[in-house]
């Protein structure tokens, strides 16, 4: 079992290396006592973008995989109308266990799990990363993080994280709780093809 997360992190030499150390993690008692199972997150081979989350739901915990719920249903099929198909990009979240009740995690808990992430971002070592809700654009640029001035921000220049190219936007829940005519749908939908458009430009 593993409480020391940035040592066993850190010494992951491949994803599926991680994805083992990861599912013995217990570093947050609670969480760990909970949880049906760690949801680590997918990558295949040579995944240019990374979206990153909050935290598994109840769906994701019975299955083990990120986003199958609705909002990973919503997310589908707002992938593919950028042109991207799911197998193609990577996925993860902030953190790998559900918290209780859906709760939203706490500071302390993104701190313990943060260095599963971190390596998950050297590992995959994508060209665009996008966090997917409030959680995720704090973990990326700190406390107090808002979308929407980060999304006014990044047209101005380019958000940057460790040399990768972020986008912060909404969670696709936040897009169903709004509904079809909400702004989060809008700026999802926007942001979204802006990563083939950079994508698209890196390749040039």
């Known amino acids: 079992m593993t409480t020391e997360p940035a040592l066993s992190a850190a010494s992951a030499a491949s994803w599926d290396d991680l994805v083992e150390r990861v599912q013995g993690c217990v570093a947050c008692e609670e969480l760990a006592a909970s949880r049906t199972r760690v949801v680590p997150g997918v990558a295949p081979p040579r995944a240019d973008v990374l979206l990153v989350g909050e935290a598994p739901g109840a769906q994701e915990d019975e299955t083990g995989v990120p986003f199958v719920g609705r909002s990973g249903q919503l997310l589908d ?16 979240n902030v953190l790998k266990c559900r918290p209780p009740a859906n709760r939203k995690p706490r500071r302390t808990e993104v701190a313990r799990c943060r260095p599963w992430l971190d390596r998950q971002l050297d590992l995959v070592d994508p060209v665009v990363v996008v966090a997917l809700g409030g959680t995720a654009a704090e973990w990326f640029v700190g406390p107090g993080a808002r979308i929407a001035a980060l999304r006014d921000q990044g047209r101005v220049a380019p958000l940057l994280h460790r040399g990768r190219r972020l986008l912060v936007t909404y969670h696709p829940s936040a897009a169903i709780r709004f509904g079809p005519q909400g702004a989060p749908l809008a700026a999802l939908r926007e942001d979204l093809a802006e990563v083939v458009r950079v994508l698209a430009e890196v390749a040039r």
């Open 77 to 92: 099929g707002l992938l593919g109308d950028a042109g991207l198909r799911r197998d193609q990009v990577a996925v993860a």
